[in-house]
């Protein structure tokens, strides 16, 4: 089984900055991407950015140039650095995991639990 730690999220004022982190554990040959996404009350759940293996990077058009993903192999974790957050930010941030279990094997995708984002005077 893998398993998706997330942590970093909470309250801030508009314009502020959080950093979520993620880590990924259990059995796993390799992770081929991971990734941020996002679900607002009533609103289907978006992505927010993600970062692939080789470290290529995508990012939704509302968080550009105010979000970066981030990646650290060695640990399997990733991170988005939110700045300049807006109250539209607010919402329940989920990780993504693209897992490979066995060498040749499939790809598998997990989810963490998620973080409460508030963006709120």
């Known amino acids: 089984q893998v398993h998706l730690g997330e942590s970093g999220g909470g309250l801030v004022q508009p314009g502020g900055s959080l950093r979520l982190s993620c880590v990924a554990s259990?059995?796993?040959?390799?992770?081929?991407?991971m990734g941020w996404y996002r679900e607002a009350p009533d609103l289907q759940r978006e992505l927010v950015a993600t970062?692939?293996?080789?470290?290529?990077?995508n990012y939704a058009d509302s968080v550009k140039g105010r979000f970066t993903i981030s990646g650290d192999e060695t640990k399997n974790t990733v991170y988005l650095q939110m700045n300049s957050l807006k109250p539209e930010d607010t919402a329940v941030y989920y990780c993504?995991?693209?897992?490979?279990?066995?060498?040749?094997?499939?790809?598998?995708?997990?989810w963490g639990q998620g973080t409460q984002v508030t963006v709120s005077s």
């Open positions: 970062i692939t293996s080789g470290g290529t990077t």
């Open positions: 993504k995991a693209v897992v490979v279990k066995t060498i040749g094997g499939s790809q598998y995708n997990y």
């Open positions: 259990g059995n796993m040959f390799s992770i081929s991407a």
